[in-house]
């Protein structure tokens, strides 16, 4: 008689522990252990024990390639999260790993591959062939894609995140205080609303600080106090919510007549637009992409977008200034460029819609599509074509925790048909989809990387763009652990290129999830480390410092209304002696819309409490040891980048902390 010693790790989650019965058998080279139910004295499966127990067999197992589990029900349904499995043979041989890091649910059996990494040429046993093509299978027909509307990624079919599997849904306590978060933040909306209802006028505005409440950060606050300033407008094209838009203007666009007159006031005494033109210190903020989108009707009344330029000068004194703002794409009468010279408050309302209009841009395309949406398409290809035991799979795996469930609750609460995008933004509705569409047809993948992104932008020579610097820091970082883990599994090009999961997941991910977008530039096979290399680096930066940088600071810049008003209630002036308080107040969000306003981008953009930072890996889905030691190293690399930033950062009034390691999530939750 052969005995075994069996270790059943149950996870830490609320919930996770079981009273079902569970069974486990082991499958080796030469048989099978006995069905053997798993019975201690006392409480088995409580949530984070670590449960040991024998398991026999008639004659000697060989090497083990399988642990299979089983649940049944005891009485009532009861699911369970199993961490790991591990297993040791008779006689003290190496202890054997079999990670899990998935819910049984129901009645149900799973099969469990020892943690070491394999693809498929690795491979050569029937039992472990057929298990890999078994999962995938089971995959597939589990994560299936979908179209949730035309011309934007395909998606996760479900249309809620009540139809998704389990092994992917938020654990309780996620779910619990991602839902009470909301509750509270529309709480107070609604007290605020009361309150101002009952009170003073809503004429000015300085009345927009009686909705700061207990929903306020430092840079919030100081955001409130400086937003006006013309230096802030430019600091936060650099490192506000929406960092990427920023290009270097060598010849201004034809539709945008700045005239070097216009301009002289603003730029130093002792040189010429043509001559800071050429130096590289002229820079656009083009929204061309908002040029005739729907707009939204709220309670009645239409609301209205505009799709601005913006020309900013990089003054050796100052930083970086907005110099010219054009309402529209259109020049003409009805179309002045406003100038920082013009009435105070006619050159005030012209920044707030360049700010309407980032507020768009922010949050549905350098945000919901270029993170979320892209992300999701590799989430999807990788639960579809890569089994669990797949080098690659394991190093994905965790940089798509909660994904899919927050993308579902986006599609089914923010942006749909009736969801608060809907009452609040003056795109929400047609124009969100229109928009999204837009910026589907001109993503390149190219733009994904940090790298050529600043490059082409032309914006590496720009001043305190501590984005750029950060972004550029993460991403050399992440490349490096990428680069040693690929040259951990792939010795050479010809055995990526062999690879035949690899080879099917790059697949899905060109033809199904990035539909209809010849000029993408990710091939549909993968033809070395190299280019391998690059692309998972564009996964995981994606999925974690890209999404912190447009997801983290969006309550601190949007939280103040005025700076970044979610929609308009009046169309831009065409006439800048015409513009008065009034016209701004009747211009800007009305109570209901900025206490809404507040109370989304608190709650999406706050710290998560079960966040876990970029490079810390919960769950041990590898087990060689030049593994873990590549893990370890990416996570010294990262706490000198995180070092040099609060080094950086010390003393700072307006610190630039989004970007800090510990504060980037490695994978989108929110």
Known sequence: ???????????????????????????????????????????????????????????????????????????????????????????????????????????????????????????????????????????????????????????????????????????????????????????????????????????????????????RSPISEYCMKHWKEDWFFGYQCLNGCNPRMIQRCKELPKNFPVTADMVQASLDPRTCLDKELKSGNIYLVDYGIMDGVPTNTIRGKLQYVAAPLCLLYQHPDQGLIPIAIQAGQTPGLDTPIFLPRDPPLAWLLAKMWVRHSEFQVFQL??????????????????????????????????????????????????????????????????????????????????????????????????????????????????????????????????????DAELQAWIGDVTQEGFTDLPRFGLSGELSSREQLCTLLTVIIFTSSAQHAATNNGQFDWCSWVPNTPCTMRQPP?????????????ATLPDVSQSCLEMAITWHLGRPQPDSIPLGQYTEQLFTEGRAQEMIDSFRTDLKQIEEQILSENKGAELPYLYLLPSRIENSITI
């Open 1 to 215: 008689m052969e005995v075994y010693t069996v270790t059943m790790a149950t996870g830490t989650s609320e919930y996770s522990g079981t009273n079902n019965y569970v069974f486990v058998t082991l499958v080796g080279q030469q048989g099978e252990s006995e069905r053997t139910l798993l019975d201690n004295p006392g409480l088995d499966f409580c949530r984070g024990a670590v449960d040991q127990y024998k398991v026999s067999s008639s004659s000697p197992l060989g090497s083990v390639l399988l642990v299979r589990l089983e649940k049944q029900k005891y009485w009532v349904e009861d699911n369970w999260f199993c961490r790991y499995v591990s297993v040791e043979p008779p006689g003290g041989d190496r202890v054997l790993t079999f990670p899990c890091y998935r819910w049984l649910v129901g009645d149900m059996k799973m099969e469990l591959r020892e943690g070491t990494a394999k693809r498929l040429k690795d491979d050569s046993s029937p039992q472990l062939l057929a298990h890999r093509k078994t999962e995938l299978q089971e995959r597939q027909r589990t994560y299936r894609w979908a179209a949730w509307a035309p011309g934007i990624p395909k998606c996760i079919d479900a249309q809620t995140e009540a139809d998704l599997p389990q092994d992917v849904r938020f654990e309780n306590e996620k779910r619990c205080d991602f839902e009470h978060s909301l509750h509270y933040a529309l709480l107070e909306l609604s007290l605020k609303k009361l309150a101002i209802r009952f009170g003073k006028s809503w004429n000015d505005l300085e009345d927009f600080k009686r909705i700061f409440w207990k929903l």
């Open 573 to 585: 002036p065409t006439n800048k002696n015409d513009v008065t308080m009034e016209t701004i107040m």
């Open 365 to 498: 395309l350098s945000h919901l599509l270029r993170t979320h949406l892209v992300v999701e398409v590799f989430c999807v290809a990788t639960m579809r074509q890569l089994p669990a035991v797949h080098p690659v799979y394991k190093l994905l795996a965790p940089h798509f925790r909660y994904t899919l469930e927050i993308n579902c609750r986006g599609r089914s609460q923010l942006i749909s048909a009736n969801g608060i995008f809907k009452r609040v933004v003056s795109t929400g509705g047609d124009g969100v989809l229109v928009l999204a569409q837009r910026e589907y047809q001109v993503l390149t993948y190219r733009s994904l990387q940090p790298c050529c992104d600043f490059s082409d932008r032309g914006v590496l020579q720009l001043r305190n763009y501590f984005y750029r610097q950060h972004s550029l820091m993460l991403w050399d970082a992440t490349h490096s652990f990428v680069s040693g883990m690929v040259d951990l599994f792939y010795q050479s090009n010809a055995e990526v290129q062999q």
